[in-house]
């Protein structure tokens, strides 16, 4: 039988039910069924149409349903915030409800008594809405007055949109597909009072969005940036660090030269990237990079005042207190209160006076360790921005602008104090971490330093900046002596701008290099570092400066002594290695020197057998080396090329032969990188220089005959048919990828082509073509290897 209308009027004239409070009772004689409110709840959610629905329900409904599921009045609030924040409405009671709230969702533990967290219920009664709602109202105009929310409430606001976020699932997501929303809080940021609340939130919601925002969308972007303070700055980078960066896919799939090759394409129809559009943008600032470099390079006792700084962390503490940075800064402040009597005391939120702080000079006592901590934590992000400046299009401009404001000279003087600064271990170690944990500050503001010095000396002139003056002068000597020209970077490096002191910052690295213990996580950034001030075309005195502070020995000693099992540092030391060894019989005479056993010899050739991905780059090198060499008339070099065990190895046949066979065998088109595309340009340095001694048919021959001592007929030249394939796709239209093969090779790229074309020649009976060696029942040439 269906259920009689509600009369109106009905129900004693205690407020009328609505259709969804009626639904949300209806059946069961009256009583609450709580499935029903949930479920419409939920679905408002999905809908949008949350706060539509909450508020439908009366507060008698409300508070008679809290008794039993334990809402912690949280419905209540939110009707009563609904009814008081709009137009013509007490503000001041709305923000009372506001604090009411912020601290009843600060409480993030569940209860025995309660199910779901209070940001939960907060949420599912339509909670985010309406604050985002409130945030985003327009400034309102009453006969001639302009109305806008006070910062206090904005702040309040954030607050608790921050604490939802955090404790419900789905909230950031939710927030970050409101585009306009996620636009307008930057502009928030030009509040002192919201700042923080504003970044961090803003941090959290970009963390979760599927597109990059592009800060060319931001409302007068140039003049919010330009307002910050330093220390507003190098939070904002935090931010910057995310609308910047390229967005990664997550799978590894995506990371082959099939995929990026392909995205290249894409790209180029498409136009720039959000995150190009953005690096763009943020370059268009007047002063926007020189205000990175005073930062980067600022010494802790010009940074912010004791006062303003304790400020700025009781912000932190009220709302961000499962930070690391504060875990970092709360642990060494109060070891050195424990051991200085020094005090630091943070007041209570409302407890402190006017500028946020009581004027008590015990509580304005900052250790130095402290302040030395919260600048490590503004450094890691300026830097990484300046590093991922520095890889963009605008590199050559970057460039410029950081050795006109002077960054590397003002880090080699940070260098001893800050960055490798010596530090006590409970000085380093967070709370739940070890020593070695890549969380710390101290190990990320290092990791995040050599990965700028990478980026700044590759494959650049102004790699020269890394030196002071008296070690420019120590190349020209080398140069000298050795009676070859000067390089023209050097002659042309303006010395106003290098390095100031006693040692250049690439003199420091090496030193702190040598000292790195065996299983340090460092070695592997410190040799990139380096390896990337010898890349590019080959220079005699930078390679004999390096070995002149002993860099071979301790390479060797790394790969051979200590027996490293690290595969990421070895490709790094090998790496290194041939960039030092490259053409330079001094060097070669050092190795002998040092491996001067055979036992020591068979350690270092297990070294590199062990993983030819990680070592080819070395052998290249020393194949490289062996054919200058051996067309050189001179008595150091003949004297070298018969004592040297890893020349003698490298010139016999067969040792090329294995070498050549493998480095095909393991790499495969759809599975070419980064890393290991190396292996294929080293098996065409084999095979070129095997063609300049017209020996490229026998190389053939005898890779046909190890496929078919291996059982595996047509396996291994259908697959080098198809890399060799898929290396013309790729080179011939990336310009820097063949500019750099010819400079690290010294061979010209249009002899890399021609070999190329030479072993793709469809002409069985060409003696230097591949399909020439392949039986034709085994003949696989013409696969499609593009990206599906």
């Known amino acids: 039988m269906a259920a009689a209308p509600v009369a109106a009027g009905s129900g004693a004239g205690r407020g009328r039910r609505s259709a969804a409070t ?194 060319d969308e931001v409302p007068n972007l140039s003049s919010l940036v330009s307002n910050f303070d330093q220390q507003q700055l190098a939070n904002f980078c935090r931010i910057l660090a995310v609308t ?93 209160s424990e051991h200085n009597q020094a005090s630091i005391v943070f007041p209570p939120p409302g407890a402190s006076e006017e500028n946020g702080l009581p004027h008590t000079s015990a509580r304005t006592q900052l250790p130095q360790s402290m302040k030395i901590m919260h600048e490590i934590m503004y450094k890691l992000e300026v830097l990484y921005v300046l590093c991922v400046l520095l890889m963009g299009r ?163 000693y790394c790969i051979v002594d200590s027996e490293c099992k690290s595969r990421d540092v070895l490709q790094s030391y090998f790496d290194l290695l041939g960039e030092l060894m490259k053409f330079n019989v001094d060097a070669f005479k050092r190795f002998n020197k040092y491996i001067n056993t055979d036992a020591k010899f068979q350690v270092f050739l297990k070294q590199i057998n062990s993983s030819l991905v990680d070592s080819n780059m070395l052998v290249r090198c020393v194949t490289l080396s062996l054919d200058r060499f051996e067309n050189q008339v001179d008595m150091k070099v003949a004297e070298v090329l018969s004592e040297c065990r890893l020349l003698a190895y490298i010139s016999q046949v067969p040792t090329q032969m294995s070498f050549l066979f493998r480095l095909i065998n393991i790499i495969h088109v759809q599975t070419l990188t980064q890393e290991n595309v190396s292996c294929l340009n080293t098996s065409l340095v084999i095979l070129m220089l095997a063609r300049r001694k017209e020996r490229l048919p026998l190389y053939l021959r005898l890779l046909q005959r190890m496929e078919h001592s291996k059982k595996y007929p047509g396996f291994l030249l259908n697959n080098f048919h198809n890399l060799l394939r898929f290396w013309q796709q790729h080179y011939l239209h990336k310009d820097k990828d063949s500019t750099c093969l010819e400079n690290s090779s010294c061979i010209s790229f249009s002899y890399w082509k021609e070999t190329v074309s030479i072993l793709l020649n469809p002409d069985r009976q060409s003696p230097s073509a591949l399909v020439s060696y392949i039986e034709e029942p085994y003949m ?3 696969r499609d290897f593009t990206e599906e």
């Open 394 to 556: 605008q590199r050559n401009q970057v460039h410029r602008m950081i050795a006109e404001f002077k960054l590397i000279p003002g880090l080699n003087n940070l260098f001893d104090k800050l960055i490798w600064r010596k530090h006590s271990a409970s000085a380093l170690v967070l709370h739940g971490h070890n020593q070695n944990c890549d969380c710390s500050p101290d190990i990320t503001l290092k990791i995040q330093f050599l990965r700028l010095l990478q980026s700044f000396s590759d494959h650049h002139e102004n790699k020269y900046l890394l030196l002071n003056n008296q070690e420019l002068n120590e190349l020209s000597a080398i140069s000298l002596k050795a009676n070859i020209p000067e390089v023209e970077a050097v002659l042309n490096t303006d010395r106003s701008l290098v390095c100031d002191g006693k040692r250049g910052l690439l003199t420091r690295l090496l030193q702190v290099m040598k000292k790195e213990p065996a299983e340090s996580s460092f070695r592997f950034w410190q040799a990139r570092a380096v390896e990337s001030f010898l890349r590019g075309t080959t220079s005699y005195a930078d390679q004999m400066f390096l070995l002149k502070r002993g860099l071979l020995e301790h390479i060797l």
């Open 22 to 215: 009626v639904a949300a009772w209806g059946g069961w004689g009256g009583r609450p069924r709580p499935g029903n409110i949930l479920l419409q709840l939920r679905q408002g959610q999905l809908t949008g149409r949350g706060l539509v629905r909450a508020v439908q329900f009366t507060e008698t409904f409300l508070t008679e349903r809290d008794k039993q599921s334990k809402w912690s009045g949280i419905p209540q609030l939110l009707l009563k915030l609904h009814t008081t924040s709009h137009l013509h409405s007490d503000f001041v009671e709305c923000q009372n409800i506001l604090k009411a709230m912020a601290f009843v969702t600060e409480e993030r533990k569940l209860t025995q008594e309660t199910t779901y967290p209070n940001t939960y219920i907060f949420d599912l009664f339509g909670g985010v809405d309406l604050l985002v709602e409130i945030l985003m109202r327009p400034t309102i105009s009453i006969r001639g007055q302009k109305l806008k929310i006070s910062d206090e409430m904005s702040k309040d606001c954030l607050s608790i949109l921050y604490n939802t976020c955090v404790c419900t699932e789905g909230v950031t997501k939710r927030l970050a597909e409101k585009n306009d929303f996620v636009i307008f809080l930057f502009t928030l940021m030009t509040s002192k009072k919201t700042f923080l609340q504003t970044a961090t939130l803003i941090e959290d919601i970009l963390g979760v969005k599927k597109e990059m925002i592009r800060l």
């Open 244 to 336: 910047i960066s390229e967005m990664d896919t997550g799978n590894d799939d995506k990371h082959t030269l099939l995929a990026k090759n392909a995205q290249q394409k894409k790209s180029l129809s498409l136009g720039p990237s959000a995150a190009e559009i953005n690096q763009a943008a943020l370059l268009s600032i007047p002063g926007f990079v020189e205000r990175l470099c005073k930062l980067a390079t600022r010494k802790v006792s010009e940074s912010t005042g004791t006062a303003s700084f304790l400020q700025e962390l009781e912000e932190w503490y009220t709302w961000l207190d499962n930070a690391l940075v504060l875990d970092a800064l709360m642990r060494v402040a109060n070891e050195e």
């Open 780 to 782: 696989d040439i013409d």
